[in-house]
Structures are given as C-alpha cells and as structure tokens.
C-alpha cells in the first residue's frame, strides 16, 4: 500500500528507553502502548504497500471484480475524507491476518477453498466498508459467498439466492448514494438499517460490547467473520445466541474490571490494544483454548471461561502475546534465521523453537503476575489456592527456562536486553512465592511436568540402552551416559493432565471423588488423565501405584505417574532422582532388559539402580 503523505510523519514510531523496558517486563504504560498501536497502523500500511506492489501485475486476478487500483483508489479517498474508520478497519485483527495470509498465498500458490479472486476481492470489501462509513458516493462489487456479504465493523447481508445455487462463490454490487446504502446481488437486493448496530431481515449487525458499564471502549465479539485466528472444528462461525453473548459481554465486563483492580498494567493494554474476541466452542474446565496471531495484534479467539478470574488469566495471556507482537514488529528481538534448536516449554506439549519460547514466556510471566496480585488481593477468595498454585508453577518452570533463552545466539542486542528485563521481573516475583501447601504442590507439578515432557520428546541413545541392559543382567553398577539426545516432537499431547486434576481438586475436592466413582478407565473432563492419575490426585497412593505399574507398558506416563506415588511413599529416593531427571532412560532400559530376558525387571528396582547414577540435573540439548 502506498501511504498518504498525511501519515508519513506517522511511519516513524520509537520508544524511549524507559517505555521498552517497561514493555520487556512483561508491563507498558498508556504512553508505550498508544505507540505501539500507532507503529502497528504503519506496519499495516507497508503490508498493503506490499500487496499492491504484489497484485498490480497480476492479470485476472481479481476474476470478475474491478482491478485492484480501483478499490484502492476508493479506499484512499474514503482515508482522504474520513481517516478515522480506516484506520479502525486497517487495525482489525482480521484484515491483518487476510493481508498475511494472501501475501503468503500470492507467494507460493497452492489449493484454497477460497478462490483467489474472492480473496483478493477482500480488498474491495475493505474498500467499500470504508468509503460507506465516510458517507461518499460509490457503487463497487465485492465477493459474496452462498449470497452473504460480510462487511467488517457493520455486519453480514444475506441476499436470495436460488434453491439450487452451484456456484458458492459470485458478486455482489454494493452502492452508496445521499448517505443510503444498498447491496445487490444476482437474485436479491437489501438495504442495511440506516444505524446498521440494529437487526433487520436479512441483516446481521457486527456486535460490540464496552469493557465498562457503558464505556467508550467496545470490542468487537466476531462472530461473522470468516478471517479466523484458528480455523473452527465445524466449518463456519456461528451467530451466538442472545444469551450467549450475553454471558460473553458479562463476564468481560466483570474480568476487565478484576484486571483493573488486581493487574493494571493488563487492563491498560486492553484498553489500548484489544479490538476484536472470536468465540470458540467450549473446553473441558481450566483448559481455556485461546489463540492470539502476530498477524492480527489486538485480537483473540477463546473459548469461554468458567469463572470471571480464568478469563481475566486469558486476557492476561493472549494480550501479551499482541503486546510482543507489536514489539517485534518495531524492534526484532531475534533473527529470522534462528539456530534450529527447540526447546523445553513448560506450557506446551511439544518442543518449541525460539521464536515460540519468547511469547510464552513473556505471556506466562504476566499470568504468573496476574495469580500472584489476585492471591494478595483477594486472599480469602475461593480461587486464591488455585491462584498460589498457578503463580508458583509458571514462576518456578520461567527460572529455569528464561536463562536458557537469553543465551540464545539468534537473540539480537535488543532481544539480549529483553530478556534481562523479563528474568529480573521472574526472579522479583519468584521471590514473593510462599511455601504453603499450593506452592510445594506447584513445584512437584512443576517437575512432574518437565519430566512427562522428557518421557515423551526425548529418546537416549540405542547403544547406551545396550550398554546399560547389559550392565544390570550382569549386576554392574551404572555409567551413565554424558550425551544428550535433542528433543523431537513425537506427537504426545495432554502432558499436564495431572496438573488439571490438581486444579480441579484446589477448586473443588468432591468433583475429584465424584469422577473416581463414575465407571471406566477413562477420565471424563479431563483428557489425558489415566486412572491412576485420578487415584494419586484423590489421595489413594496404593491404588495409584498398582494401575501404574499395571500400565507402564501400554501407557508411557505411568512412569512419571509412578515417580508421584514414590515422592508421596517417601519410598526409594533414587529411584525417584531417575524417574525425575531421565525418565526417558528409565523406560528404555526397562524395554530392553524385558528383551534380553524375557521377563521385566522390577520397574523401582531398576530405576534406583539408575538413581545411583543419575547427574544432579539433566539439561537438554541439541
């Protein structure tokens, strides 16, 4: 997109140095923010710079839509005369995750269920959404699909179309003329409400809600649009009912004003950042999916929250991850090119690589922040136990990891600097953790996890395995072995299942014992979790400890599962500093004993004759 002169001046963009440091911890005050906002309105424009640049040369692009200049031009116009809604419109999280998305596409064709000429047509959508809110005259076509047009800020027409319609894909004329708009399809014509917020037949208003009791600051609940942060399990969004958007515009209210009260550096960033929520299909309990792109800063899909401090957390997390966002594309904190390596992520299942491990460990730094002040505010709160617990879970796993990161040699001088600022921010609040019961439970949870994660990504060396089979058939005492494998993603997900069930147990202990009565070997509400992970959670470490063994074979998480049950007994600590540092060798060797044999060895036997032998803290590398 070629900028109006007008916002030149605007391209440039600098935080003092005060302002970056406040961001690099995770924090940011009004000033910091508005001018990332304001940077990210520019890097919008050099996206369309760049997609104009792309599209010009391209004939039959935009199929049976006008040129791409003509919506351009129309688009200019409309900024020339009313810049305010085009800037709204270029900020939404969707037009940025469109631009993105069809750059990359115009870069390396492939096959789309989008045609491509209905993708381009985005523009003209844009375009005519603009030029209608700035009151001009015009008539322009756009893409329609199945007879809806979707027009962001405003709404969803829904023209006729034939009982058998073919072709799902086709145009559209939308024409503004004296302040009256009208869209005209093949079969059918409709003219939106003159305040378009309202319904009508064949008309679908975009729907906002105020982050306060009739506040200026409304948010867009996206329920019509189709540039989605995640793609839905079921194909197209779905209008929420009237109760549901209810419920959705309450509890933001409610966790906006908790985020005021508890954690204000959040509530500052959503009044300055946050601009659209898509609503996503419900989860099990604590496991909110929620999803935020650095395509599209300033918005987020989510599914709903159970409780007004989880969707505050939620904010908490996916705001961060905009806020970062809207950094780098100000200042890289990285190269593009990283070093190839992945990395233990303590809030993910799957090794992640730098560029992942910076977003989640500035976004958990801030949940950590967030659970700490909501355990100091409200101490008495029914939540303040599940609050110590996640706050010293996430500080504990971010001392061990955000060092790690800062020694990265993709890291820029600015991302060196970053990452000190974060991991004083850790360290100032891991020092404020207490040392009453949530907060031991969250660092046995905290090395339950990293251990589970080990089992799963991490497998040592073949003849290491030998070697060590060998040296127990033959009563030696173990070597273990100095090399590291490199950790790989082998597909195992739902490592914190133990951790859900100990939420779910802070909450509401009689949930636990309703769930161990129900039938089944399965764990309903909470995927991942064997049996015998419901029994260790519900207090019955003999129980657990017999299905564990039980299923050592057939489930790898039985071992780590084990690991607990031999913490809770006090039994065997060697064979506990095994299970905790080299999970993954234990298993292996017990696999290939079995082999050599025959028969299994005695699982705690083997993995305390491992004990003896295991280094103080196994870190893993490349």
Request: with cysteine.
């Amino acid at each position: 997109m070629r900028p109006d002169p007008t916002h030149e001046a605007e391209s440039r963009h600098s935080l003092t140095s005060r302002q970056f440091h406040e961001l690099a911890r995770g924090e940011g005050g009004t000033g910091a923010l508005t001018t990332l906002a304001r940077a990210e309105f520019s890097h919008r424009l050099l996206l369309f710079d760049l997609l104009m640049d792309t599209l010009t040369p391209l004939t039959g692009v935009t199929g049976p839509l006008p040129a791409p200049q003509r919506a351009w031009d129309l688009l200019a116009a409309a900024q020339r005369h009313a810049p305010a809604p085009v800037e709204e419109l270029l900020l939404l999280p969707e037009t940025g995750l469109w631009l993105n998305r069809l750059l990359a596409r115009l870069r390396a064709p492939g096959r789309d269920g989008t045609p491509l000429w209905a993708d381009s047509g985005h523009l003209h959508t844009l375009a005519a959404v603009a030029a209608a809110r700035a009151g001009l005259d015009f008539s322009l076509p756009v893409p329609a699909h199945r007879g809806a047009v979707r027009l962001p800020t405003l709404g969803l027409a829904r023209l006729a179309t034939p009982h058998r319609h073919h072709a799902p894909w086709d145009t559209a004329e939308i024409r503004a003329c004296a302040g009256r708009l009208t869209i005209s399809g093949r079969y059918g014509r409709l003219s939106p409400p003159s305040r378009p917020e309202r319904h009508a037949p064949g008309w679908l208003p975009v729907r906002r809600t105020a982050l306060t009791p009739g506040g200026p600051r409304r948010i867009v609940l996206d329920d019509l649009g189709t540039h989605r942060i995640a793609p839905l399990p079921h194909g197209a969004a779905e209008r929420l009912t009237r109760a549901a958007y209810g419920t959705w515009s309450g509890l933001l209210r409610e966790a906006y004003a908790l985020l005021a009260d508890v954690d204000p550096p959040t509530a500052r960033a959503a009044a300055v950042l946050l601009r659209s929520l898509q609503p996503m299909p419900a989860h099990e309990p604590f496991r909110v999916r929620s999803v935020t792109s650095g395509h599209g800063v300033g918005g987020m899909a989510s599914s709903l929250p159970e409780s007004v401090a989880l969707c505050a957390a939620t904010l908490v997390h996916e705001l961060q991850h905009s806020k970062l966002s809207a950094l780098m594309h100000l200042r890289p904190l990285y190269e593009a090119r990283e070093t190839g390596r992945l990395y233990y992520a303590p809030w993910r299942d799957d090794p992640r690589p730098l560029g992942g491990m910076l977003q989640g460990a500035y976004a958990f730094a801030a949940v950590a922040r967030f659970w700490q002040a909501y355990a100091i505010r409200h101490p008495g709160d029914a939540g303040s136990g599940l609050a110590r617990f996640d706050s010293t879970l996430w500080l504990g796993q971010l001392r061990r990891v955000v060092p790690e990161l800062a020694a990265d040699p993709a890291l820029t001088t600015t991302g060196r600097s970053a990452l000190q600022d974060l991991l004083g921010a850790v360290r100032r609040l891991g020092d404020a953790c207490g040392d009453g019961p949530e907060e031991r439970l969250a660092r046995r949870m905290a090395a339950d996890h990293r251990a589970s994660w080990r089992l799963a990504h991490v497998r040592p060396c073949p003849e290491d395995v030998v070697a060590l089979a060998a040296a127990w058939s033959a009563g030696r005492r173990p070597g273990l072995p100095v090399r590291q494998a490199a950790p790989r993603d082998r597909g195992t997900r739902y490592l914190d299942a133990r951790a859900m069930l100990v939420r779910i147990g802070l909450m509401d202990p009689a949930a636990l014992d309703t769930m161990r009565d129900r039938p089944g070997e399965t764990v309903p509400g909470v995927t991942g979790a064997s049996r015998g992970d419901l029994l260790w959670a519900c207090g019955d470490a003999a129980g657990a400890r017999r299905l564990h063994l039980r299923d050592l074979s057939r489930r790898p998480g039985a071992w780590t599962g084990l690991r607990l049950v031999l913490m809770d007994t006090g039994e065997a600590p060697e064979a506990v500093r095994a299970l905790t540092e080299v999970p993954e060798l234990v298993a292996a060797v017990h696999r290939a004993v079995s082999g050599r044999s025959g028969r299994p060895p005695d699982p705690v036997a083997l993995a305390r004759w491992l004990g003896q032998g295991a280094p103080a803290d196994v870190r893993i590398g490349t």
